[in-house]
């Protein structure tokens, strides 16, 4: 059964089930997202044994690229589409998705 605990930030405060992030070991928020302080080795623990770690975040029109291997939103570059990474262009990707990515990129990070 997971852990609840009451948030330790101001202006959150509430009563959750916070998850710990394995590559710093620090427990957070799962409301608001901040790191919940206080948090005895014991109850990190039994967090990792009950396996409450952080989920890990994907941003909406992600694709994995096939040069450097990772996963993250591409960019459009003339007409072509390409990794935000490495730069190469995306070639295994269909032609009428190439076309929706690049309809849907130049609107994502738009503020509304």
Known sequence: MAFSLPCTNKG???IMSPYIDTN???????LCDKEIIN???????QMKMNKQF???QTKPFSVKCQNCK?????????KDVVCAHCNKPLT?????F???LREKLKTTDLDV
């Open 12 to 14: 959150c405060g509430k």
């Open 24 to 30: 710093d070991d620090k427990v957070y928020c799962s």
């Open 70 to 78: 990772k996963e993250d939103r591409p960019k459009i570059s003339g």
């Open 54 to 56: 952080r989920q890990k």
């Open 98 to 100: 190439k076309i929706m």
């Open 92 to 96: 295994h990707l269909s032609e009428p």
């Open 39 to 45: 948090i005895t080795p014991f109850i990190k623990n």
